[in-house]
Every structure is written in structure tokens, then in C-alpha cells.
């Protein structure tokens, strides 16, 4: 007698009998599938000029294959550690720092009572999201020059101290860096939560209320737990890009001032400043895989983690 053919468990149904009975939804998602795939998925047969001597004469297939020669050029150089641990380091500062700023202020938001002032609020706080960074560097200018900036306007005229020149100073700058990256993205930001925060039932602020729970009681057992899935997901994404700098923000501020270097270059800028004045595709590209496999390696590992940990909240 041939084998039993093994029965598919009831209720489960294959891809194909899914795509069927579900073509309409799956109709709404194809948008959605082509857009990832021309921009995400058939780009990366770009990664191929990490590993050649590029040049359009030949083409990407044509050119010379180098093999691992590109990659040598962040080794060779020295500057790798440095420049992984800046990037690494002021993501991490904008990650944490970032999210705790807007998750307050949307709490903070979250309990006005005055509809017109709330709404003012949310406006005014978005307004900076929509500021360009070459605007962005108009202020920073503004406040930190030596001779008449507002800082050092106000701590000679009214401090009668002496001015402080922050241009040629790396140790300001961190804490420069960051203010205004949580100044440009406070207000998106604040505006997720908030979304989040209005999606928690109200039955349970009322069911707390009749309890007698003050309001940082209902902060902490029902506001908190209602944004943790959201804060989590949000912290996944972000810590697949924790290698890659935010190349507007660090060029615009800093621009080509070899003093500030030290505490402000990061992997986007160094490569930018090296492949500048002779085009290396080959070189921008490495830099680009290598940013990738890290992040990549840092979401399965803190995905791995959160899932050990409460599979609820992570993402696969």
C-alpha cells in the first residue's frame, strides 16, 4: 500500500487560496508592493559597485572587479572605530533623548482641556519639522557667532562675561547636534504619540477616575502601557538606521570646519568629504553595504531580544 497522503490542517489555507479569496485586499496592496519593489528591492543590484573599479566607460558589469579592495579604504584609513562610534553614539542620543521629549510632551498634551489652546499647541510644535536644514543653519549661525551672536551678545551685555567661540570648540557641539535634531523632530513625533495616546479607551481613564487615581497614577498604568507597542516599534526602525547620519543636519552645521571634526564627523560626512573631489562610486557604495549589514544585524538582534522577552510587541 503507497503512503497516506498527509491532509492540510483544517483552516489553513496556501498562499495562492489566500491570494483568491482575498483579491480585492490584496488588489489594495499592490501599490504598496511596487513602490518597494522599484525603489527598494531592484536597487540593490547597485551593491555590485561595492565591489568593482567603476567607471561608465564599462559599465556596472563591464568594470573591473576589485573584490574587497573598496571596503579597505575605511580600514586602512583608521578613522572606522571613530567614525562608527560618533554616528553610532549621536543616533543613540537622538533615539533616546528624542522619544523621551516627545512622549512627555504628548502626555503634557494629551491632558489640556482647552480644545483652541491644545490645537494651537500641535501646530505651533509641527512648525519646525517643515524648517529646512539650510534655515536650520541660519539659526545655529545666528546664536553661536563669536561677534554677534545672540548667546555671546548675552553673555557679554548681560552676564558681562566673555564670549565664547563655539566655532572653534568641538566640545559644544554634541550637545549642539542634538538640541536641534529633537528641536526639528519634537513635533512629528509628539504628533504619533499623540495619535496613540487619543486611540487608548477613555473607559479606563473613567473606570480610574471612580477608583481615585490621580492623574500621574493614570499616567503610569494606562497612558505608558498604551504607547509601549508604539515606542517599541518606532525604537525597532530607528536602530536599523543607527550607522547611518543624517547627512543634512551634521553637513549644514558643521560644514568643512576641520576644528569641529573631532566630536562631529560621522561616517556619512567623512565619505562625502573623501569621495568629493575624486568620485569613487565603488568606495560611497561599500560605505552604504556596510551601514546596511550593521543596521540590519542590530534590528535581528534587538528584535530577537523583544521577542524572548514579550513576543506581543516584536515585529516578526
Known amino acids: 500500500m503507497g503512503q497516506k497522503r498527509l491532509k492540510k490542517p483544517k483552516g489553513k489555507r496556501s498562499f495562492w487560496q489566500d491570494l483568491k479569496k482575498n483579491r480585492i485586499l490584496w488588489l489594495f496592496l499592490l501599490p504598496a508592493i511596487l513602490f518597494f519593489l522599484v525603489n527598494s528591492y531592484l536597487p540593490m543590484v547597485g551593491i555590485y559597485f561595492a565591489f568593482t573599479d567603476f567607471n561608465f566607460k564599462d559599465g556596472l558589469l563591464g568594470s573591473p572587479f576589485v573584490g574587497l579592495k573598496n571596503f579597505e579604504f575605511l580600514f586602512i584609513s583608521g578613522a572606522l572605530g571613530r567614525l562608527t562610534k560618533n554616528t553610532i553614539l549621536y543616533n543613540l542620543a537622538f533615539i533616546v533623548l528624542g522619544n523621551l521629549c516627545q512622549v512627555s510632551l504628548a502626555i503634557i498634551i494629551s ?6 489652546f491644545k490645537k494651537v499647541n500641535q501646530t505651533l510644535i509641527l512648525m519646525p519639522h517643515f524648517v529646512s536644514y539650510v534655515i536650520l543653519n541660519v539659526f545655529a549661525y545666528n546664536l553661536f557667532n563669536y561677534d554677534h551672536g545672540l ?11 566673555k564670549p565664547v567661540d563655539f566655532y572653534t570648540n568641538a566640545a559644544w557641539w554634541p550637545f549642539i547636534i542634538v538640541f536641534f535634531n529633537i528641536w526639528k523632530g519634537l513635533g512629528y513625533g509628539t504628533v504619533v504619540y499623540l495619535a ?7 473607559e479606563y481613564y473613567e473606570a480610574a477616575k471612580v477608583d481615585g487615581a490621580s492623574v500621574f497614577q493614570q499616567i503610569r498604568y494606562i497612558t505608558l502601557p498604551g504607547v509601549k ?16 547620519g543624517q547627512f543634512e543636519l551634521f553637513y549644514q ?3 568643512n570646519n576641520g576644528l569641529l571634526f573631532s566630536t562631529t564627523d560621522i561616517l556619512d560626512t567623512y565619505v562625502y568629504r573623501a569621495t568629493i573631489s575624486n568620485v569613487d562610486y565603488g568606495i ?6 556596510y551601514q546596511s549589514v550593521v543596521g540590519f544585524a542590530i534590528v535581528m538582534v534587538t528584535n530577537y531580544c523583544i521577542r524572548k522577552k514579550d513576543p506581543a510587541y516584536a515585529l516578526f
Open 284 to 289: 560611497g557604495t561599500a560605505v552604504g553595504l
Open 151 to 161: 548667546i555671546n551678545n548675552i553673555v557679554v551685555n548681560v552676564l558681562e562675561g
Open 196 to 202: 496613540t495616546i487619543t486611540g487608548i479607551g477613555q
Open 111 to 116: 491632558q489640556l482641556t482647552g480644545k483652541w
Open 229 to 244: 507597542p508604539t515606542f517599541i516599534i518606532l525604537l525597532i526602525y530607528s536602530l536599523g538606521g543607527i550607522v547611518r
Open 253 to 255: 552645521l558643521v560644514g
